[in-house]
Protein backbone atom coordinates (compact mmCIF):
# COMPACT_ATOMS: atom_id res chain seq x y z
CA UNK A 1 0.00 0.00 0.00
CA UNK A 2 1.52 3.20 -1.21
CA UNK A 3 0.45 6.74 -0.55
CA UNK A 4 0.08 9.12 -3.28
CA UNK A 5 2.81 12.03 -3.75
CA UNK A 6 1.23 15.23 -2.47
CA UNK A 7 2.43 18.65 -3.38
CA UNK A 8 3.18 20.76 -0.55
CA UNK A 9 0.83 24.09 -0.91
CA UNK A 10 3.59 26.14 0.64
CA UNK A 11 5.97 25.34 -2.47
CA UNK A 12 6.89 28.37 -4.61
CA UNK A 13 6.00 27.28 -7.99
CA UNK A 14 5.17 24.47 -10.11
CA UNK A 15 8.35 23.44 -11.76
CA UNK A 16 10.60 20.07 -10.17
CA UNK A 17 13.16 22.16 -8.92
CA UNK A 18 10.83 24.75 -6.89
CA UNK A 19 8.02 21.73 -5.83
CA UNK A 20 8.18 19.76 -2.17
CA UNK A 21 5.81 17.45 -1.01
CA UNK A 22 3.72 17.69 1.72
CA UNK A 23 3.63 15.23 5.15
CA UNK A 24 1.98 12.47 4.17
CA UNK A 25 -1.60 12.67 5.53
CA UNK A 26 -1.68 15.71 6.11
CA UNK A 27 -4.79 17.65 6.26
CA UNK A 28 -3.37 21.36 5.58
CA UNK A 29 -1.23 19.72 2.43
CA UNK A 30 1.81 21.84 4.32
CA UNK A 31 5.07 19.83 5.27
CA UNK A 32 7.20 20.54 8.75
CA UNK A 33 8.67 23.39 7.49
CA UNK A 34 6.03 25.18 6.33
CA UNK A 35 3.60 24.57 8.48
CA UNK A 36 6.58 25.92 11.46
CA UNK A 37 6.41 29.12 9.47
CA UNK A 38 2.63 29.32 9.58
CA UNK A 39 2.54 28.89 13.12
CA UNK A 40 5.40 31.26 13.60
CA UNK A 41 3.64 33.85 11.71
CA UNK A 42 0.34 33.10 13.46
CA UNK A 43 1.70 33.21 17.21
CA UNK A 44 3.78 36.54 16.26
CA UNK A 45 0.55 38.67 16.88
CA UNK A 46 -1.72 36.68 19.14
CA UNK A 47 -5.49 37.40 17.95
CA UNK A 48 -6.64 39.20 20.74
CA UNK A 49 -4.39 42.28 19.77
CA UNK A 50 -6.00 42.19 15.75
CA UNK A 51 -7.06 45.11 14.20
CA UNK A 52 -8.13 45.96 10.59
CA UNK A 53 -9.35 48.89 9.09
CA UNK A 54 -12.38 48.76 6.57
CA UNK A 55 -14.68 50.53 4.94
CA UNK A 56 -18.35 49.38 5.10
CA UNK A 57 -21.56 50.64 4.00
CA UNK A 58 -23.94 52.23 6.34
CA UNK A 59 -28.34 51.09 5.45
CA UNK A 60 -31.04 52.96 5.91
CA UNK A 61 -31.41 51.17 9.26
CA UNK A 62 -27.92 51.99 10.86
CA UNK A 63 -26.61 48.25 10.13
CA UNK A 64 -23.19 48.25 8.84
CA UNK A 65 -22.33 46.03 5.64
CA UNK A 66 -20.41 45.55 3.12
CA UNK A 67 -17.19 45.61 4.72
CA UNK A 68 -13.90 46.09 1.75
CA UNK A 69 -10.76 47.76 2.22
CA UNK A 70 -11.48 50.42 -0.36
CA UNK A 71 -14.43 53.01 -0.86
CA UNK A 72 -14.98 51.55 -4.60
CA UNK A 73 -15.17 47.87 -3.57
CA UNK A 74 -18.07 49.44 -1.08
CA UNK A 75 -19.58 51.47 -3.97
CA UNK A 76 -19.83 48.28 -6.07
CA UNK A 77 -22.15 46.65 -3.81
CA UNK A 78 -24.45 48.87 -2.58
CA UNK A 79 -24.90 52.53 -2.56
CA UNK A 80 -24.77 53.32 0.81
CA UNK A 81 -23.28 56.03 3.09
CA UNK A 82 -19.98 54.85 3.52
CA UNK A 83 -17.54 54.97 6.47
CA UNK A 84 -14.31 53.76 8.02
CA UNK A 85 -14.44 51.10 10.70
CA UNK A 86 -12.16 49.53 13.22
CA UNK A 87 -13.02 45.92 12.83
CA UNK A 88 -11.42 43.43 15.83
CA UNK A 89 -11.70 40.23 17.26
CA UNK A 90 -14.22 40.47 20.29
CA UNK A 91 -15.72 36.82 21.94
CA UNK A 92 -18.50 39.62 22.57
CA UNK A 93 -18.81 41.08 19.21
CA UNK A 94 -22.07 41.76 17.09
CA UNK A 95 -20.79 40.64 13.54
CA UNK A 96 -18.81 37.34 12.56
CA UNK A 97 -16.21 36.97 9.69
CA UNK A 98 -13.58 34.70 8.38
CA UNK A 99 -9.96 35.25 9.78
CA UNK A 100 -7.35 34.11 6.72
CA UNK A 101 -4.54 32.24 8.50
CA UNK A 102 -1.23 32.60 7.24
CA UNK A 103 -1.30 29.10 5.34
CA UNK A 104 0.55 29.78 2.44
CA UNK A 105 -3.00 29.02 0.17
CA UNK A 106 -4.54 32.34 1.43
CA UNK A 107 -2.00 34.20 -0.57
CA UNK A 108 -1.39 38.20 -0.71
CA UNK A 109 -5.14 37.61 2.00
CA UNK A 110 -3.10 36.26 4.56
CA UNK A 111 -4.31 37.58 8.17
CA UNK A 112 -7.01 39.57 7.16
CA UNK A 113 -10.72 38.78 7.95
CA UNK A 114 -13.42 38.90 5.15
CA UNK A 115 -17.03 37.71 4.61
CA UNK A 116 -17.99 40.00 7.58
CA UNK A 117 -21.86 39.52 8.40
CA UNK A 118 -24.19 40.05 11.87
CA UNK A 119 -25.19 36.19 11.65
CA UNK A 120 -22.62 33.49 12.05
CA UNK A 121 -25.00 31.26 9.47
CA UNK A 122 -24.21 33.76 6.89
CA UNK A 123 -20.10 32.87 7.18
CA UNK A 124 -21.19 29.46 7.03
CA UNK A 125 -23.12 29.75 3.92
CA UNK A 126 -19.63 31.24 2.12
CA UNK A 127 -18.24 27.58 1.95
CA UNK A 128 -19.94 24.60 0.47
CA UNK A 129 -19.43 22.41 3.43
CA UNK A 130 -19.62 25.35 6.40
CA UNK A 131 -16.51 26.22 7.72
CA UNK A 132 -15.19 23.30 9.71
CA UNK A 133 -13.24 21.81 6.67
CA UNK A 134 -11.34 25.01 6.22
CA UNK A 135 -10.52 25.24 9.77
CA UNK A 136 -9.12 21.46 10.18
CA UNK A 137 -7.19 22.52 6.97
CA UNK A 138 -5.44 25.82 8.70
CA UNK A 139 -7.20 27.79 6.06
CA UNK A 140 -8.40 30.12 8.82
CA UNK A 141 -11.22 30.17 11.29
CA UNK A 142 -14.59 31.60 12.29
CA UNK A 143 -14.37 34.69 14.39
CA UNK A 144 -16.46 36.97 16.46
CA UNK A 145 -15.99 41.13 15.73
CA UNK A 146 -16.62 44.25 17.20
CA UNK A 147 -16.83 46.88 14.65
CA UNK A 148 -16.21 50.92 15.73
CA UNK A 149 -16.92 53.48 13.41
CA UNK A 150 -14.16 55.45 13.31
CA UNK A 151 -15.86 58.30 10.29
CA UNK A 152 -17.07 59.27 7.14
CA UNK A 153 -15.54 57.85 4.32
CA UNK A 154 -13.29 60.60 2.53
CA UNK A 155 -13.07 60.37 -1.36
CA UNK A 156 -9.22 60.75 -2.36
CA UNK A 157 -9.63 64.43 -4.09
CA UNK A 158 -11.26 65.36 -0.13
CA UNK A 159 -15.22 65.02 -1.06
CA UNK A 160 -16.91 63.14 1.87
CA UNK A 161 -19.19 60.43 1.27
CA UNK A 162 -21.64 61.45 3.84
CA UNK A 163 -24.91 60.96 1.33
CA UNK A 164 -26.20 57.61 0.12
CA UNK A 165 -26.14 56.88 -3.30
CA UNK A 166 -23.70 59.91 -4.06
CA UNK A 167 -20.56 62.46 -2.76
CA UNK A 168 -21.34 65.14 -1.21
CA UNK A 169 -19.48 68.25 -2.57
CA UNK A 170 -18.38 69.46 0.74
CA UNK A 171 -14.24 69.45 0.78
CA UNK A 172 -12.26 68.09 3.97
Given at each position: ????????????????????????????????????????????????????????????????????????????????KIVLTRVRVDS???????????????????????MIYPLKMLVEM??????????????????SLSVEVIRPAV??????????????????
Amino acid sequence: MSSAWVRCVGSRGYSYEEMHGAESGAPDELCAACRKAMVAAEAARPMAERTWLLYAGVDDKGLLRHFWSSTMQVQLCARDKIVLTRVRVDSNGSQWGWYRSYHPINGASMGHVTMIYPLKMLVEMCFAYGTAPEVKRGHGQLVSLSVEVIRPAVHPEGIRYDKAGGETVEKG
